[in-house]
């Protein structure tokens, strides 16, 4: 999903300080990233081909399917891992960038949203060459998947109807025809604006007080999916402080085995195995609810404490797949519509060719992507945040913030006054 690289620390010296005082880089979670994005990819291609391994794409779903390896496959849960993983980075950036929150605001936008627009334009060529990919699935993938109904198919809309969800619809209507991967970027945008504003706001002190208030917000009148960004923040705060490096190594272990089995759970896993009936937001196999949140954290969390993950996590394959994460995310998706449809649909290949066609071509463009579209992209909105933060807009938020302290201390000076009289 739309993550920059992490600036995090390294099992062996988290207690080394970056360049701004935070924390140091954790290569390991830049290779969390990029197994999770490939885990979204090979969820997609079972929605298209295979929907009874993807509880609610089909009526039937197999009978085995929330164990711990349906975490191999369960896109919706990788999701929330981004999410995590987009509030530590986020709360890193927040808080160097505290003094420049409209500089931060703008650029994660652009960061965002020309990657994203680009990514529709490509889905839209995708489906105007082949307009009619899905027709003639339902002969042929028995149970028929819900997932096909997600895109255009058919009448494709003009290419700027392409551009207006790039940068507009996929914020207003929260998500786009043309590439339905897109549902999440007004949650990272919503969350990442979120987390500017609270690290411009509270000072350092209150900081913990700051995140508190705003998961019991997050809980009283948002969708809880914006736990996740709380929870990466939170996760930050604590590895900032050295509280994760202190904490017994076992607590890592049974972070991994939470994250895995809870991770392994599909949709409407808490029905399918009869357990207690319980909120919504506390069912597990909510993929947008508390468990899968709080799940997703203990994974991030087991990451950063155990080094043989993170040594897994740090080699040269899953750290190539981290660089290219953001933009795997976006171009996998109108392959499958068109491309791979129509190939099944003609039956000319052998389903397992088509597979590895498939994957290894999807590789190949999010490497292209990353190098043309999504690297330069990071580089000119880190180039305009700067310039921002030397002008007015820079200046605005210690103006804002002033602002908004004065009745606070107004307050605070009420006992003195009082006590004077």
Known sequence: MGKSPTGAVNAGDRKRSGPQGGLARIRGFDGLRGVAAFVVVIHHYLCLLHPELIPGMSD???????????????????????FVLSGFVIAASAERHRRNLIGSVIARYGRLSIPVAASCLLAWFWLALIPYGTEGLSAIVDPPSRWWRYSHQETVPPIWSALWDGFVGVIVKAGSDFNNVLWTIRIELVGSFGLFALYAAAPVRRRGVALTLCAAAVMLFTAHIYSTFVLGAALYEAAKRGALSRAPAAWGV????????VGGAGSGAHERLSLPETATAWQIGNEKGLWAALAAAALVYAVFSLQALQRMLESPVAQWLGRVSFALYLVHVPLLYTVVASAVVAGDMPRAVLAASYFAGAL??????????????????SALRSTLSKGFVGRAPDALAHLARRPLLALQALPKTWKRK
């Open 60 to 82: 039937e779903t197999v009978g085995w399917i929330d164990g711990p390896y349906h975490i191999l496959w369960n896109g919706r849960f990788a999701v929330m891992v981004f």
């Open 254 to 261: 049974v972070a991994l085995v939470v994250g895995v089995l």
């Open 364 to 381: 190949l463009l999010a490497h292209l992507f990353t190098i043309l579209v999504d690297e330069p992209v990071i580089r000119r909105m």
